[in-house]
Nanobody, 121 residues
Framework: VQLQASGGGRVQAGGSLRLSCTAS????????MAWFRQAPGNEREFVAAITWSGGRTYYADSVKGRFTSSRDNAKNTVYLQMNSLKPEDTAVYCC???????????????WGQGTQVTVSS
């Protein structure tokens, strides 16, 4: 199982980025996909989750209304569209998969490597 995240970079506050996470080695459509992030000195935190079909999403309060998660099961890829970025969104973002829908990290058995997002003021 491999989860490959990409799309990170450096943007100014108010800008946008789109992260992608492509999975291989599993039947992608069977898994809930989520995004987590970890800023320096902070614990890893939940950002967003999307159900198997993409019909339901859930977001952390800190990103609600600014971030949108979607998925394309034909491409084995989940996306995180990040708009109106703030300096406090600066972190390493990683994707993870689970069989159950939720925000707890313990639900997620497989994790991808992270992609760095840096938002300057």
């Amino acid at each position: 199982v491999q989860l490959q995240a990409s799309g990170g970079g450096r943007v100014q506050a108010g800008g946008s980025l789109r992260l992608s996470c492509t999975a291989s080695g599993r039947t992608f459509s069977r898994y809930v996909m989520a995004w987590f992030r970890q800023a320096p000195g902070n614990e890893r935190e939940f950002v967003a989750a999307i159900t198997w079909s993409g019909g339901r999403t859930y977001y952390a309060d800190s990103v609600k209304g600014r971030f949108t998660s979607s998925r394309d099961n034909a491409k084995n890829t989940v996306y995180l569209q990040m708009n109106s970025l703030k300096p406090e969104d600066t972190a390493v973002y990683c994707c993870a998969e689970a069989l159950s829908f939720g925000t707890a990290q313990s639900l997620y058995g497989y994790w991808g490597q992270g992609t760095q997002v840096t938002v300057s003021s």
